[in-house]
């Protein structure tokens, strides 16, 4: 029943490639941006691409180029394919949404999902 439910995690060896999914309700959906976090293990969690309401993406360095973040709005649904897999893309992303900023670390996100994991094995 949560509001925000993450799907497409799993084990990938480095190169390989992955599509996250998180579902929304149509009222969180459509008034916020939405992004993907990742908690790697012993850090803190840090944004790893967001798309506004407006459809504009927006990426961390590390992301840009090998990762492609869209939304459908018909399906309330953001996706975060991701390509060129590396070992260091490895932890916990969460789904996020809110109608501000995206920080680095996700201080201030009002909504959060539970979080799938991704591991990129060398």
């Known amino acids: 029943q949560a509001q925000l439910v993450e799907s497409g995690g799993g084990l990938v060896q480095a190169g390989g490639s992955l599509r996250l999914s998180c579902s929304a309700s149509?009222?969180?959906?459509?008034?916020?941006?939405m992004g993907w976090y990742r908690r790697a293990p012993g850090e803190q969690r840090e944004v790893v691409a967001f798309?506004?309401?407006?459809?504009?993406?927006h990426y961390e360095d590390s992301a840009e180029g090998r990762f492609t973040i869209s939304r459908d709005n018909a399906k309330n649904t953001v996706y975060l394919q991701m390509n060129s897999l590396k070992p260091e893309d490895t932890g916990v992303y969460f789904c996020?949404?809110?109608?501000?900023?995206?920080?680095?670390?996700?201080?201030?996100?009002?909504?959060w999902g539970q979080g799938t994991q991704v591991t990129v094995s060398s």
């Open positions: 149509e009222n969180i959906f459509r008034n916020n941006n």
């Open positions: 798309i506004t309401s407006g459809s504009r993406a």
């Open positions: 996020a949404a809110d109608r501000g900023p995206f920080l680095r670390t996700g201080r201030g996100i009002h909504y």
